[in-house]
């Protein structure tokens, strides 16, 4: 029963992120000193913690690719309360500056304590990611 409240909790969370476009959302269930890790060499790369660079991050994605929307496609939980993995696979879509799509997918693993998420590692196909950037770069520029 607790595995299907979370992955309905996340389900939800994800729609109303993907709706509104309001990542402070995501910031809102962090635990303060949240570790966040964004994998590869692009400017989303991170590896921070606290809710403050958190919150930072989000909105330099947002900005950088305005429209982003991130739609989980499959949601994992294992674990209990004081101990909870949600693996999240995400379709990633924007429209670029030159209007050109933007698509991509990745996976999301968090770490839940007593609702408050703790840890937050993400992995995205960095190639495609990179090919996106540099054309929004070069609309831009």
């Known amino acids: 029963m607790y595995h ?17 476009g309001d990542y402070r959302l995501a910031v809102a269930q962090a635990a303060p000193d949240v570790r966040f890790r964004f994998v590869g ?7 921070l913690r606290g809710r403050d660079e958190f919150a930072r991050w989000f909105a330099q994605a947002a900005e950088t690719l305005p429209g982003l929307r991130l739609r989980p496609t499959e949601i994992v939980v294992k674990g209990w309360p004081w101990n ?3 693996v999240v696979r995400l379709a ?5 500056a ?3 799509a933007y698509t991509n997918e990745g996976v999301q693993w968090v770490r839940i ?4 998420m703790v840890d937050d ?3 995205e196909d960095t190639a495609r990611l990179a090919a996106a950037l540099e054309r929004q770069r ?3 520029g």
Do not use: N
């Open 138 to 140: 070069a609309a831009a």
């Open 84 to 86: 909870t993995t949600v």
């Open 113 to 116: 304590r007593w609702g408050r």
């Open 41 to 47: 060499d692009s400017s989303f790369g991170a590896d």
């Open 98 to 100: 030159d209007c050109s």
């Open 92 to 96: 990633v879509s924007a429209t670029l």
């Open 4 to 20: 299907t409240i979370v992955r309905a909790k996340v389900r939800r969370l994800w729609a109303r992120i993907a709706e509104t």
């Open 121 to 123: 590692y993400v992995l």
